[in-house]
């Protein structure tokens, strides 16, 4: 892992025409905690492992509201996500003062990549070691984009990052191609199914996640970037166990059944 003779500097290029310590924080954001987004056409969810350092401590954050019509979920260094996610909100609010309308989502993402960008040019600087979902709302549609610590950005469909985030790609890619006319409750079934993907047998419950969804109303209203709360979360954790049980009961019942059931004649 430790090339010492290119990986001092994050100017310093290796022969291979690779840059060691922006690689490095990128592997940052796969020791984090996972995050997912879903993107319908008018709705876009986000989700997050929440995850403490600790029996004795409480989780941090890893999703943020940056505007009524747009939010984030991190992997990674999460001071390093407060920082930027200050940043966005600041970037949002100059531009409401200044044209008086909400920042574009795709306008917002690049404003995140450039401030990322320049942390790979400057041998003074570290680049942030933490991904960020970036989720919103705009004219054209609900938009999801994943931003780097290489400054590179992409817009999704869906997509996880962070600790054994591959399972929860695996669950998504099975079932992206419907997303865009999902409900906002279905985003949030398959956001939470991903979810449970990376706990690796460890109970999925509320107090163990966190998911916030923006979107537009069938009326053209704009629903604000919020958090949903714990119980409506319980909630649906449990219809969706339910629903997984529920298609073993006639089964067994049948086989009840057929243990009662006289032998056919041969």
Not at 72 to 78: E, S, Y
Not at 148 to 170: D, H, L, M, V, W
Request: aromatic share 8%; with cysteine.
């Amino acid at each position: 892992m430790f090339r010492n003779q290119y990986d001092t500097d994050v100017t310093a290029w290796s022969p291979a025409g690779r840059l060691f310590q922006v690689e490095y924080a990128m592997e940052a954001v796969k020791q984090g905690s996972a995050c997912v987004g879903l993107c319908s056409q008018n709705h876009v969810v986000l989700a997050s492992v929440n995850k403490a350092a600790s029996e004795l401590s409480s989780h941090q954050r890893k999703v943020f509201r940056v505007a009524d019509h747009a939010g984030v979920a991190l992997a990674g260094l999460t001071a390093d996500g407060r920082v930027l996610s200050r940043f966005l909100r600041n970037e949002c609010i100059n531009h409401s003062f200044v044209y008086e309308a909400p920042l574009p989502v795709s306008r917002l993402a690049l404003r995140l990549a450039d401030k990322a960008q320049v942390c790979t040019q400057r041998s003074w600087k570290r680049p942030y070691g933490v991904g960020l979902l970036v989720a919103g709302l705009d004219e054209t549609g609900a938009h999801l984009y994943y931003n780097c610590p290489s400054g590179n950005y992409f817009e999704y469909q869906a997509f996880a990052i962070g600790s054994r985030s591959q399972a929860a790609k695996t669950f998504l890619e099975r079932r992206f191609n419907g997303y865009k006319d999902y409900t906002p409750e279905q985003l949030i079934k398959d956001a939470l199914s991903a979810i449970k993907e990376t706990l690796q047998g460890e109970k999925l419950t509320s107090s163990n996640c966190t998911v916030a969804i923006v979107g537009r109303k069938d009326d053209g209203t704009i629903e604000p970037f919020e958090l949903i709360d714990a119980r409506r979360i319980q909630e649906i954790i449990d219809s969706m166990e339910a629903a997984e049980a529920a298609p073993t009961e006639p089964s067994s019942m049948q086989e009840d059944r057929g243990s009662d059931a006289a032998p056919m004649d041969i």
